[in-house]
DNA sequence: TGTAGCATGTAAGCCGTTACATGATTGA
DNA sequence: TCAATCATGTAACGGCTTACATGCTACA
């Protein structure tokens, strides 16, 4: 069982993630990161939950990759605040750096049940892309409001090239379920069963 | 505790997209529909392990959406075969028409590093997004393949307009990829440490 | 006064993975 | 004959979720 070049070699890439929000800078309490996860990393991560935040930290801080302290400063209410270390910077460099990068996984219901068409009336796969369309709408409002608040800011540029890219994803996203919709609407087959 | 229209409710999205597999026809083995799911599923669902398609089957069994049976014909090596049940069928169209649609959720490796990339040489980054698109390549090769064999037969009509999806899907990823990895080229930042 | 939001956790449990184990058949 | 592939599972475990539990503070 050799080791290579860190100790920490293999932590769950979600660690990953919420370390790297902290690399932007503030302490940050496990609710406001849980905010900052939320509109940030959920659009082309993964949103974890309230509960799995607390367990990160933990975690993080027991190897080091974190620091933290009890801010009871007067007029706010008492939190503990995490700040990344020296150790998780270097940390999550040799992560960005040394390993390979996976192909992304992409659970699509709205694909999974487009796939599953034969099964139902063109109408309720209709409906269902009208319903993953409105979605899209509502993601793409909240993402522009997330890209908008990046600013053109240096600091930021990174942040903001990410969403800009989910911003042109769901653009893509909604013009193909679009014309996909339409489609269905032209080859509308007969009205018999045309299951199996 | 209400109990709606049916008593399957919420079997995980898996188990509808194995047992919807098994609507396309054919009795398959644990082992074929594996294969099946690799190369259909796989792109924009989940590539199951091995393990969990017969835990899938099992549980389908006892619940009564699939069927199955010793196949030993002579010439063939024994195996059991399953075959979506009426019950299945049934369910499955449940599940298509009542059920409310998911957002997709994306893990999505390649956005979480260029996030990040203010951590790291920006050559780091460029590596990475160049790794990036030579698995789209592969993978937009293996679905190709995967829809050529679909054709244009009516009854694999919906299979191929997911593919489709997919195939535009790796399109835009590799130019929207491309693009940042050109922009980054661009505003190459001062050779300075340029973290926090 | 009361509710919404801030803040922090624990417990139980499911989903899904990796590792392990086994054996038959096909074809080079 | 030997390796690859077909074929089927079990066990252990990690990741993450939901449900539960608690309490403080700002503000309407």
Redesign the pocket.
């Known amino acids: 069982m050799p080791r290579e070049s860190s100790e920490f070699q ?6 990953y993630a919420l370390l790297g929000l902290l690399s932007f800078g503030p302490e940050l ?7 900052w996860a939320d509109s940030t990393l959920g659009f082309y991560w ?7 935040v ?5 975690r993080l801080d027991r190897l080091g990759l974190v620091e ?1 302290r009890e ?1 009871s400063r007067a ?7 995490y700040k990344i270390s020296t150790a998780g910077l270097t940390e999550l460099r040799r992560w960005l750096t040394e390993t390979p990068i996976e192909f992304p996984v992409l ?1 699509h219901p709205a694909a999974l049940r487009l796939l599953l068409g034969h099964l139902v009336d063109v109408d309720v796969t209709r409906q269902m892309l009208d319903g993953y369309l409105r979605q899209l709408d509502e993601r793409r409002a909240a993402l522009q409001q997330v890209r908008d608040n990046l600013g053109a800011d240096a600091q930021y540029r990174f942040p903001a090239e990410v969403a800009e890219w989910g911003l042109a994803y769901y653009d893509f996203e909604a013009r193909t379920a679009a014309e996909i919709a339409s489609r269905l609407a032209d080859a509308d087959p007969p009205t018999a069963d045309h299951e199996q």
Chains 1, 2 share one sequence.
Not at 10 to 15: A, H, I, K, V
Not at 29 to 35: A, F, H, P, S
Request: charged share 30%; net charge positive; glycine share 6%.
């Open positions: 293999d932590l769950p890439p979600t660690s309490t496990g609710y406001e990161l849980k905010q993964v949103a974890p939950a309230m509960s799995q607390y367990t990160e930290l933990t933290s801010d007029g706010r209410r008492p939190a503990r605040r659970k």
